[in-house]
């Protein structure tokens, strides 16, 4: 059984069409788990409606290892909120996964809105920096997919990181487990920080917690203030 995984906080807008295009694959074998940070919307009533499984989650980090230890599946797929999954890429995911091996991996990212221009911005900021140097750094966003075991052995994530979490995560797992870049289908991602907070501010603060996160340790401390839940 896959175990899929989803950290929240007043998602109600992102999380129907998420978990809708999950009831919508060809992959039936799967449970879905919310945890959630208190939501003040109808995240939870969205939730309820799809049969997801419910716990009380918190930052990010939290709300990942809460839904890991309620899960019942071997393997974990953590999807961020402002994710989508398009149309049988779940089967595809799992059929490579398992095909090259893997213990840990991420995909590659494609905008919500269709867009030369938001396409090629993202594939700049994420896809091509991913593609080229995630086999030396080991990074990824919005989907992980990794075998319960890999995932108790290095301990879940750590809780006390506010940014980059993940970050810290892959690199960790990926000293113990076999880590790649899934190339069989894209997931769509939600552009709503960047459009928010501004292209080259939120991308350059990405990047210097990026670096941060590799030469001093991970982030601890609000110095990025990072707040989850914030953008809308």
């Known amino acids: 059984m896959l175990s899929i995984i989803i950290p929240t906080l007043n998602e109600e807008k992102h ?22 940070a208190g939501s003040q919307d109808k995240t939870l009533k969205i939730a309820q409606s799809f049969g997801c499984r419910l716990v009380k989650g918190g930052l990010p980090a939290r709300g990942r290892n ?3 230890k309620a899960a019942r599946g071997d393997l974990f797929l953590f999807l961020d909120a402002d994710t989508l ?26 905008p919500f809105k269709k867009s030369c221009l938001r396409n090629t911005l993202a ?19 919005g989907f992980f997919l990794v075998k319960r075991s890999l995932h108790q052995k290095i301990g879940g994530f750590d809780e006390k990181i506010r940014l980059l979490e993940d970050v810290v995560y892959f690199r960790k797992a990926s000293k113990f487990g076999r880590f790649g870049v899934l190339k069989s289908a894209k997931i ?45």
């Open 66 to 68: 809460e839904g890991a």
């Open 188 to 232: 769509f991602f939600s552009l709503r920080r960047f459009e928010e907070e501004g292209w080259i501010k939120t991308y350059l603060k990405i990047l210097c917690a990026f670096c941060y996160t590799i030469l001093v340790g991970p982030i601890e401390s609000d110095i990025f203030q990072y707040h989850f839940g914030r953008h809308r």
């Open 123 to 141: 594939n700049f900021f994420y896809n091509f920096p991913l593609l080229t140097f995630g086999k030396i750094f080991h990074f990824g966003a």
């Open 15 to 36: 999380l129907f069409l998420l978990l809708k295009s999950i009831c919508g694959q060809d992959f039936k074998d799967y449970e879905i788990i919310v945890a959630d």
């Open 85 to 110: 999954l398009d149309s049988g890429s779940l089967k595809k995911f799992l059929e490579e996964f398992q095909a090259r091996n893997l213990e840990i991996a991420t995909c590659l990212l494609k």
